[in-house]
């Protein structure tokens, strides 16, 4: 038999990582419900629905009135349970949280975050949302990893972002929210050139990532810092100092702005490279849609 707390545990794995899991994505999604065409049988029209909210499933199609993830997974091993169960053990979905509200972030505190694990970027659902964020794998598994993290006695998973003092940015999608946190310490992320006269600066690694990936690089051509968070910039400014150009790739925000004229102030030669994505919020944002449009083209 098993242990109940170990059930409410499994309960709470993502249906949608579980169907991704499984190479079932899905067709529509309207509000906070996802469509998808059955996966028990061939359909023109979506009928399996997926709830987010309550993470619950409904298989219009059928008849039966659809349920957990439990049930999910015990429909697709022939009806054993037991066979589910060891699925979802073996499957390494990470538990996930059930969130009741509509935002579109979730950040946890990074003083209750603990490493666990850490290996290459290989699990289907972090390759995934790194391909939502128009993020090539290749380039990704030179920078990121893998990792399982514990918060406050649960185990889950995400892409981690090494900082120069070992700590950790974490990120990963789940049911549609981003799941942001970080380990201490936190702190910048330096990559350094040899004779680099111009120095980059970037808020963030998927901002980072996206350069590199608009100029077709694998590594910047100029020394470069990640960091991490604004409020680590006044910390920088003694290193920033130390170069002919400072390459500011900053959000187009209030915070953004405020973060570039403090290096003004700091007379420092800076150069506003947010001029590349003026129209969006920042650089990832615009790679989306540049990425997108080569697609269609």
């Given at each position: 038999?098993?242990?109940?707390?170990?059930?409410?545990?499994?309960?709470?794995?993502?249906?949608?990582?579980?169907?991704?899991?499984?190479g079932i994505?899905?067709?529509?999604?309207?509000?906070?419900?996802?469509?998808?065409?059955?996966?028990?049988?061939?359909?023109?029209?979506?009928?399996?629905?997926?709830?987010?909210?309550?993470?619950?499933?409904?298989?219009?199609?059928?008849?039966?009135?659809?349920?957990?993830?439990?049930?999910?997974?015990?429909?697709?091993?022939?009806?054993?349970?037991?066979?589910?169960?060891?699925?979802?053990?073996?499957?390494?979905?990470?538990?996930?949280?059930?969130?009741?509200?509509?935002?579109?972030?979730?950040?946890?505190?990074?003083?209750?975050?603990?490493?666990?694990?850490?290996?290459?970027?290989?699990?289907?659902?972090?390759?995934?949302?790194?391909?939502?964020?128009?993020?090539?794998?290749?380039?990704?598994?030179?920078?990121?990893?893998?990792?399982?993290?514990?918060?406050?006695?649960?185990?889950?998973?995400?892409?981690?972002?090494?900082?120069?003092?070992?700590?950790?940015?974490?990120?990963?999608?789940?049911?549609?929210?981003?799941?942001?946190?970080?380990?201490?310490?936190?702190?910048?992320?330096?990559?350094?050139?040899?004779?680099?006269?111009s120095i980059?600066?970037?808020?963030?690694?998927?901002?980072?990532?996206?350069?590199?990936?608009?100029?077709?690089?694998?590594?910047?051509?100029?020394?470069?810092?990640?960091?991490?968070?604004?409020?680590?910039?006044?910390?920088?400014?003694?290193?920033?100092?130390?170069?002919?150009?400072?390459?500011?790739?900053?959000?187009?925000?209030e915070a953004?702005?405020?973060?570039?004229?403090?290096?003004?102030?700091?007379?420092?030669?800076?150069?506003?490279?947010?001029?590349?994505?003026?129209?969006?919020?920042?650089?990832?944002?615009?790679?989306?849609?540049?990425?997108?449009?080569?697609?269609?083209?």
């Open positions: 038999m098993v242990n109940q707390n170990k059930l409410q545990a499994l309960k709470q794995i993502s249906i949608v990582a579980y169907l991704d899991a499984r994505s899905y067709h529509t999604k309207r509000g906070n419900t996802l469509l998808y065409s059955s996966p028990f049988r061939g359909d023109s029209t979506p009928s399996f629905y997926v709830y987010l909210n309550d993470n619950k499933y409904h298989d219009f199609g059928s008849g039966e009135s659809g349920g957990d993830i439990i049930q999910l997974a015990t429909k697709f091993n022939e009806g054993s349970f037991t066979k589910a169960i060891t699925e979802l053990e073996n499957m390494n979905l990470g538990i996930t949280p059930v969130f009741s509200f509509a935002g579109q972030t979730e950040t946890i505190s990074e003083s209750v975050v603990e490493i666990i694990d850490e290996k290459p970027l290989q699990h289907k659902a972090l390759l995934n949302y790194l391909q939502s964020r128009s993020i090539e794998v290749s380039l990704a598994r030179l920078y990121l990893k893998e990792v399982t993290y514990e918060v406050k006695g649960k185990r889950w998973f995400g892409i981690g972002f090494q900082n120069d003092l070992g700590g950790y940015e974490i990120r990963n999608r789940i049911n549609e929210i981003d799941i942001k946190t970080s380990t201490k310490p936190k702190t910048i992320r330096t990559i350094e050139v040899s004779d680099s006269k980059n600066v970037f808020e963030g690694f998927f901002d980072f990532l996206s350069a590199l990936s608009y100029f077709q690089l694998s590594k910047p051509n100029h020394s470069t810092i990640i960091l991490n968070t604004l409020s680590l910039l006044p910390k920088t400014i003694p290193t920033l100092s130390a170069y002919k150009r400072v390459n500011c790739f900053f959000d187009n925000d953004g702005k405020k973060a570039f004229q403090k290096c003004k102030e700091a007379n420092l030669s800076v150069s506003d490279r947010s001029e590349i994505y003026t129209d969006f919020k920042d650089f990832n944002e615009f790679h989306q849609q540049n990425m997108k449009s080569v697609e269609i083209s």
